[in-house]
């Protein structure tokens, strides 16, 4: 299995099962992968497939209200959450 995906020993592979409880495996190129990220992307996906319509850019007025609101904070999206999450 790890040779057929290139994946080194102490690599990581992933396992996932659709709706149809088929399984297919992976080589975890993300060491972040999440299963509930990458469905809830599906969903998205699908979402827009059915109603297009429903996307739409936000307006002038809503971008400049956040980032007035976010002006001066400065965001790292790789720093690591410190303490319990709940989601």
Not at 57 to 84: H, Q
Request: glycine content about 6%; hydrophobic content about 45%.
């Amino acid at each position: 299995m790890r040779q057929a995906l290139g994946v080194d020993y102490g690599g990581r592979i992933v396992f996932r099962v659709d709706e149809q409880r088929c399984v297919t495996v992976h080589r975890a190129d993300n060491e972040h992968d999440d299963p509930a990220i990458d469905r809830f992307r599906v969903f998205l996906a699908e979402d827009i497939a059915r109603r297009p319509e429903g996307v739409r850019a936000i307006s002038p007025e809503l971008a400049k209200r956040i980032a007035a609101l976010t002006k001066g904070i400065a965001v790292d999206l790789d720093e690591a959450i410190d303490g319990d999450i709940e989601l």
